[in-house]
């Protein structure tokens, strides 16, 4: 009889995949999307544009408009080559399975973005967590102290962090960068909230850095569209790791009418981010809640019982995503994407009623 359990790897029956909870009928407030669909006149458009394009034919092996159509919108610079990716996530396989040799490490902060140890762990790197504070600031010191010991080939850093929302500091990242024998990622999926907080200017002074962006926080999550930026030798390898036709022509098609027009993505992100300030602002009314700096669409906040709280919000119709039990810093702490103003006032009235 042959056993799963004797045929696939130790490490790979250890992890717990990714999981995500069915939504259906709820107020979907746990995955930092947009929560605004296209003005129907654009809606109509794409529609039409999706009906001329050949789907009995491949991709093409190099998808050129979409990536000079990204090129142009997220301004990226001449002498970086741009990586695609089916969302950024398998960008995070990619580089993963770039770096990956017998004995190498992949690093990462925690806590931060799940799939960062799940994609190191699946293409056969060792996989080494170093702490934030407990208020989810960058311990710098414990950082390069990890790197020393580890010496990663591979060290990932969110910025902005998910789950925690924040920004480090640029130098600490960019002295992490120096520091690190190996590549650094850091992956600007929440860019659009940042106020423009990037390090898009250093990749190219850099031999060792490369970033992640995408378009699914702006708005096109169901497109799964992400890339990389990367110097030119780096983009080299990791194409080669790239399964061909791994962007869809319906989805190429799509992001790039939609990324033609800038307005209509800007505007919604805009409202994202001024409606995150209203909801912090609601948060920090309800008793017993600390609520943590955002540069993001989500707001993470602790509640006196975070359990409970979920499913309270669950049972008014309302689906966030709680991290208790995640990791020790995370106790008692829930995740908000920030919605549509009703939304957000739904689930701010919704907590104050658990709360009370
Ligand atoms: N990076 C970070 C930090 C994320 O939070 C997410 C989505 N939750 C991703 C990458 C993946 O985004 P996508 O695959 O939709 O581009």
């Not at 702490?131 to 060290?155: C, K, M, Q, V």
């Not at 850091?186 to 962006?213: I, Q, T, W």
């Not at 689906?319 to 739904?346: I, K, Q, W, Y």
């Amino acid at each position: 009889m042959k056993r799963v359990a004797d045929l696939v790897r130790e490490e790979i029956r250890a992890l717990s995949g990714y999981h995500v909870p069915p939504a259906e009928g709820l107020v979907k407030l746990d995955a930092m999307e947009n929560p605004y669909r296209l003005p129907p006149e654009l809606a109509r458009e794409l529609a039409e544009r999706l009906s001329e394009v050949a789907i009995n034919r491949y991709p093409p092996a190099d998808p050129v408009a979409l990536k000079a159509r990204l090129r142009e919108s997220f301004a990226i610079p001449a002498g970086l080559d741009i990586v695609l990716g089916n969302g950024s996530d398998e960008i995070l396989q990619i580089v993963a399975m770039a770096l990956a040799k017998p004995g190498a490490t992949a690093l990462s902060l925690e806590p931060s973005f799940a799939m960062y140890r799940i994609s190191a762990i699946a293409a056969g790197l060792a996989y080494a967590g170093v702490s934030l504070r407990p208020d989810f600031t960058l311990d710098e010191g414990a950082t390069l102290a990890a790197i020393e010991r580890h010496r990663p080939a591979l060290t990932w850093i969110s910025y902005p962090n998910n789950p925690t929302g924040n920004l480090f500091p640029r130098e600490a990242i960019l002295r992490i960068v120096e520091a690190a024998p190996g590549l650094v990622v850091v992956d600007e999926a929440y860019h659009p909230f940042a106020g423009g907080a990037s390090l898009l200017d250093e990749v190219a002074k850099r031999s060792n850095l490369v970033l992640v962006r995408t378009v699914s926080k702006l708005g096109l999550a169901g497109l799964r569209v992400g890339f990389a930026v990367a110097p030119r030798d780096w983009a080299a390898e990791f194409e080669k790791l790239r399964l061909p036709y791994n962007v869809n022509v319906l989805s190429a098609a799509a992001a790039e009418l939609v990324l033609s027009r800038a307005g209509v993505l800007a505007r919604q992100t805009e409202a994202i981010v001024a409606d995150r300030a209203r909801l912090e602002a609601a948060l920090d009314k309800l008793p017993g809640v600390t609520r943590f700096a955002s540069a993001t669409n989500f707001v993470l906040a602790r509640v006196p019982d975070a359990p409970r709280a979920f499913e309270g919000l669950k049972a008014r119709g309302i689906l966030v995503r709680t991290l208790h039990g995640t990791h020790s810093h995370l106790s008692n702490c829930l995740r908000f994407t920030v919605g549509t103003p009703d939304e957000n006032a739904r689930l701010a009235a919704a907590l104050a009623e658990i709360l009370a």
